[in-house]
């Protein structure tokens, strides 16, 4: 239910209803949109951005927010810590289990490394969950791993790395396969044709699914596979560093415990890094679709340690994030309800954008109606947004229309007694993935020996723009990957003697260039939303 | 506009606190100053961390929901239950029969199910938590499997269970027998494999991949689009 404030917004969205039905905002020529673009799109926002003062990318822009962790301050001192005493000893350790963490942990036991996965919250509590969409792969006699590949790089806006590219769309088919062996349901039709979906970029029906629940479905067979190979974790764990030796190679990580604050050193001959995206960093201050976790701390902690980072200015927002009710904010609202008529109007129910733009620049119209012009509609928890006139597809579509083509949608509304076939939805732009991160080759090997990486952490195969369903793909494609050559490498390598060496020259660094005191500690590991009241201090978080 | 909403009295384990109606029992506990660490995963209904237990000042009864979703409500009682561990068999699936008795032996107190229907009331999604067990009693893994689908794992029917059940591993068993054993392959997918394995599209991806950016452009563009017969979006 809208508190009853709105209800002045709400009559004169439905006050101007039937004569937006026949009023057609033009689009936008070239240079309204770069225009539009270069002023409102967060990745265009210059002063979100800074570039990056101490290492391997120094010089690199990233938003302000990822910039300041970049360059943060180590959680722990490294002359208090001893890591030739650790609490492991493992061949591979997997920081991170979400999709990529769980594959890269099930293949390299395959390999018979000792795996200990160590993980931020409980074991699956991830990204990965919440992808309802599905996941792409070629598989259909009108595709092809060609055709994959092209649509890839063009979503991209072809900065993708194509060699890396050219193995998502090769592995893509057996990574289904292997999926479906560990007994993910796919759908189906009876005779065994995959039911298969399109989705924005794709030139081809290319997405499996589970039902809505995708990626649940794909993270709660692996977790369970996990524990049938009985392979070790920890929950609640995250890293707060990483181990190398004075060879330059990794030689493990140091873990937190989240409740008690202890440290916990494990050793290990290779690491692969698996800790996902960024969106609770709210970049600009923009709501997620991520999990509690998504805190880039695998970003911070590998260029710490001397890893190279790619794409690191290019984030995705989707426009239509829902604002109201604070339940659901910041999760997805369907791009099909735009597709099937709705449009997007401010608070005196004037459209302002034509409603099926290009994705970035529907979401810079609406930022600019909220921040510049002022005409954003604020929710009782202090949000702004725009309404999304969804009632209107009735009007146009006949009766029925909306419970047919969006029951989802419904549904998630009626939850808190909004009826979206008569009632507009609120909305804003929600920061939804990372596109660049950690750089790796074919196989997850960054340019620290002994580091690997996969997953959303990792940048360059999807450029500067991911595509539907290619996130859960990469998952799987370089987590597996990842998995088998960091246990094949743990194998082989020499280890020399594990120091904490680089952390106190990346503190030097920072204190050279000056910003030691400016900076957080870092990695932030949890966002802070707990309301400070009466100013009231707390012992330092 | 955070000053326009009104505020309601709720009780955090037996504390009173005033918090804006409209957040979620996860947003409150943060409005009251508590920081999750347990407790709290996607925040968005599809992971099952925060599985919540609450009842009335003045209705004993008690009531199940996931703390991302549900509204607070005046006069609420709260307190989180963590997640806590449960019984999992442990099996290889690739030596396993999809049958009946294969899920009864690993699930063996499935037995003792004596039909209180505790586990479907307190389902935060809804599920006929109750009919899948005694489906699963009679051996039926599809019926199962398609009524279980939506589980997010979140433990409270095994919480509740007077008798000890876990249906929610159960169910995953099941799910996954199904999907191994009882669903048909997929003939397209099979051949695509073994195309890929013998080669078949090389030269088309080496062609592209050495192809000028402005040439890959224009394919780009030009790439025939599939109409998208059953769409759907993200
Ligand atoms: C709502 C939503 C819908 C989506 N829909 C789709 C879709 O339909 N199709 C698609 O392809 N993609 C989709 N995506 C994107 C995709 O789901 C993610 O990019 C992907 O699942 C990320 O997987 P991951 O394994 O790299 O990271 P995650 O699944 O996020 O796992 C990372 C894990 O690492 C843990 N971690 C973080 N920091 C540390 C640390 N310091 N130490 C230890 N552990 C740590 C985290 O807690 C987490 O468990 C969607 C994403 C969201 C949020
Ligand atoms: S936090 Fe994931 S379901 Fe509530």
Not at chain 1, 336 to 346: D, E, F, H, P, S
């Amino acid at each position: 239910m809208y508190p009853a404030y709105l209800e002045e917004s709400i009559h004169l969205v439905e006050d101007t209803r039937v004569r937006r039905l026949l009023e057609t905002m033009p689009s936008l020529d070239e240079m309204g949109k770069n225009a539009l673009l270069k002023l409102y799109h967060p990745d265009y926002i210059e002063a979100s951005m800074r570039q990056l003062q101490a290492g391997v990318n120094k010089g690199d822009s990233t938003p302000v927010e990822l910039a300041d962790l970049l360059e943060g301050n180590s959680r722990i001192n490294p002359d208090t810590i001893d890591p030739s005493k650790p609490d492991h000893n493992v061949d591979v350790l997997v920081i991170g289990c979400g999709g990529a963490g769980a594959s890269a942990a099930l293949l390299a036991n395959e390999e018979g490394a000792r795996v200990l996965i160590t993980t931020k919250l409980r074991m699956g509590d991830a990204n990965t969950v919440g992808a309802q969409a599905g996941t792409q792969a070629a598989d259909r006699p009108n595709d092809s791993p060609a055709i994959h590949y092209l649509d890839t790089m063009g979503g991209g806006h072809f900065d993708n790395i194509p060699e890396l590219v050219e193995v998502l769309v090769r592995d893509a088919p057996s990574v289904i396969k292997w999926l479906e062996q560990l007994g993910v349901n796919w759908d189906k039709a009876p005779d065994g044709t995959m039911h298969e979906l399109s989705g924005g970029g794709t030139s081809r029906r290319r997405l499996h699914s589970a039902r809505d629940y995708t990626g649940l479905e794909e993270m709660r067979v692996l977790r369970d596979e996990l524990r049938n190979k009985k392979i070790d974790y920890l929950e609640f764990a995250p890293a707060v560093e990483l181990i190398l030796d004075d060879r330059g190679q990794i030689a493990g990580a140091v873990l937190i415990n989240l409740e008690t604050e202890e440290l916990v050193i494990v050793r290990a001959r290779a690491v692969v890094m698996t800790t996902g995206g960024i969106g609770r960093l709210h970049i600009q201050g923009f709501p997620t679709t991520n999990h509690y976790g998504a805190t880039a701390d695998g970003l911070v902690l590998a260029y710490r340690a001397g890893a190279e980072l790619v794409f690191i200015d290019t984030m995705q927002y989707h426009p239509t994030g829902a604002i109201y009710p604070l339940q659901i904010l910041g999760q997805l609202v369907t791009e099909k309800v735009r597709t099937l008529g709705a449009q997007l109007v401010n608070i005196s129910g004037e459209q302002f954008v034509m409603s099926l733009e290009p994705r970035d620049i529907v979401a810079s119209a609406i930022i600019r109606e909220c921040r510049e012009r002022q005409l954003g509609i604020g929710t009782p928890t202090g949000e702004t947004g725009v309404w999304l006139d969804s009632p209107m597809i009735d009007m146009i579509r006949g009766e029925g229309t909306i419970a047919r083509e969006l029951p989802a949608m419904v549904r998630q509304f009626r939850r808190h007694d909004i009826d979206i076939t008569r009632q507009p939805i609120l909305v804003y732009p929600t920061l939804h993935y990372q596109n660049g991160g950690i750089k790796i080759d074919t196989e997850g090997a960054t340019n620290v020996p002994g580091l690997y990486a996969a997953g959303e952490c990792t940048g360059g195969v999807h450029g500067r723009n991911r595509l539907i369903g290619n996130s859960t793909l990469e998952l799987f494609v370089f987590g597996r990957r990842a998995g088998r050559v960091a246990a094949q490498y743990a194998k082989a390598v020499k280890r020399g003697s594990p120091t904490m060496e680089h952390v106190r020259r990346w503190q030097q660094e920072l204190a050279k260039v000056g910003v030691a005191g400016q900076r957080p500690v870092s990695p932030r590991l949890l966002p802070d939303y707990v309301r400070r009241t009466h100013g009231q201090a707390r012992q330092a978080a | 506009m955070a000053e326009q909403a009104r505020l309601i009295d709720i009780y955090i384990m037996g504390r009173r606190c005033q918090v804006p109606e409209g957040l979620t029992i996860l947003t409150a506990l943060e409005y009251c100053g508590y920081r999750m660490i347990r407790g709290c995963g996607c925040r968005a209904g599809f992971c099952g961390a925060c599985a919540t237990i609450y009842n009335f000042k003045n209705d004993p009864q008690l009531r199940y929901d996931l703390a991302c979703q549900k509204t607070v409500e005046p006069d609420m009682y709260l307190v989180q239950v963590p997640f806590f561990p449960a019984v999992k068999a442990l099996y290889d699936l690739e030596k396993l029969e999809a049958t009946g008795g294969k899920v009864l032996s690993l699930y063996p107190d499935l037995v003792k199910c004596f039909g209180c229907n505790t586990c479907t009331k307190t389902c935060p999604q809804e599920l006929e938590v109750m009919w899948f067990v005694s489906d699963a009693l009679r051996g039926d893994i599809r019926e199962v499997a398609d009524k279980s689908f939506d589980c997010l794992m979140c433990g409270l029917c095994a919480a509740r269970c007077p008798q000890g059940l876990v249906p929610y591993n159960m169910a995953l068993l099941c799910r996954r027998l199904y999907g191994r054993y009882l669903t048909p392959v997929s003939e397209h997918l099979e051949e695509r494999i073994t195309e890929i394995e013998a080669g078949k599209f090389d030269a088309d991806i080496e062609e592209l991949k050495k192809t000028a950016e402005k040439e890959l452009r224009r394919k780009y563009t030009e790439r025939d689009m599939e109409p998208a017969l059953e769409q759907h979006w993200e």
